[in-house]
C-alpha cells in the first residue's frame, strides 16, 4: 500500500468545472492501474474512471462520460480527473484509487490503495 493525496475539491455551480489531482510517492504509480471513485451522500462508493498504467486505455462511468476526463503524468506520480459541465448530482467525495495491477477494472477489491477523498459539492 502507499499514501495517495487527493486535493481540488471544492464547491460550484451547475455547469462548472473542477480539476481533481491525486499525487503518490515516488514510483507508487508504476505497473498499476489508476481510477477515481466516488460516494454521494446515501450511497455507496462507485468508479467514475480509471487509466490503465500505459495511458493506453482509459474508462468512464456512463453517468459522466463526456463531461469528465483522467489523465495522469507518470513522470510525477500524479493522476487528474477534469470534471466539466458538472451536475448537482455529481456532489460526492471523490477517492483516487490505485489497482493491484496494470488494467482498469471497476470492482474496489482490485484496488489496494486509497485517498482519504476530497469533497465535490455542486449547487444548482
Known amino acids: 500500500q502507499v499514501q495517495l493525496l487527493e486535493s481540488g475539491g471544492g464547491s460550484v455551480q451547475a455547469g462548472g468545472s473542477l480539476r481533481l489531482s491525486c499525487t503518490g510517492s515516488?514510483?507508487?504509480?508504476?505497473?498499476?492501474?489508476m481510477s477515481w471513485f466516488r460516494r454521494a451522500p446515501g450511497k455507496d462508493r462507485e468508479f467514475v474512471a480509471g487509466?490503465?498504467?500505459?495511458?493506453?486505455?482509459?474508462q468512464y462511468a456512463d453517468s459522466i462520460e463526456g463531461r469528465f476526463t483522467i489523465t495522469r503524468d507518470n513522470t510525477k506520480d500524479t493522476l487528474y480527473l477534469q470534471m466539466n459541465d458538472l451536475k448537482p448530482e455529481d456532489t460526492a467525495v471523490y477517492y483516487c484509487?490505485?489497482?493491484?495491477?496494470?488494467?482498469?477494472?471497476?470492482?474496489?477489491?482490485?484496488?489496494?490503495?486509497w485517498g482519504q477523498g476530497t469533497q465535490v459539492t455542486v449547487s444548482s
Open positions: 484509487a490505485r489497482g493491484r495491477d496494470v488494467v482498469v477494472f471497476r470492482a474496489e477489491t482490485k484496488y489496494d490503495s
Open positions: 515516488i514510483g507508487s504509480f508504476s505497473d498499476h492501474a
Open positions: 487509466m490503465r498504467w500505459t495511458g493506453t486505455s482509459t
